[in-house]
């Protein structure tokens, strides 16, 4: 998947990325190796905002997050 998605980006996106973010945050040292012999850089995010949690019955818990998690980890957040 990780090839085919590569080719799929440099192809129809930009020419080159140099980031990973494994689904869901969920990653093995396999999955770790193989991204790295491909040039990546395995990034995770610092403010989780539990969405997939609240999105649809409680947006304001998720926007709430949001803001607290850039408060905590401004300027350096990744959501």
Do not use: K
Not at 44 to 67: E, G, I, K, M, Y
Not at 69 to 74: C, N, S
């Amino acid at each position: 998947q990780l090839y085919e998605t590569a080719y799929s980006i440099s192809e129809n996106i930009c020419p080159a990325t140099r980031f990973f973010r494994p689904p869901y945050g969920q990653s093995n040292a396999e999955i770790l190796a193989l991204s790295q012999s491909m040039g990546y850089v395995s990034v995770l995010w610092n403010v989780d905002t539990f969405d997939w949690q609240d999105a649809v019955n409680a947006p304001s818990n998720v926007h709430q997050r949001v803001l607290d998690g850039l408060a905590a980890h401004a300027p350096n957040s990744i959501i």
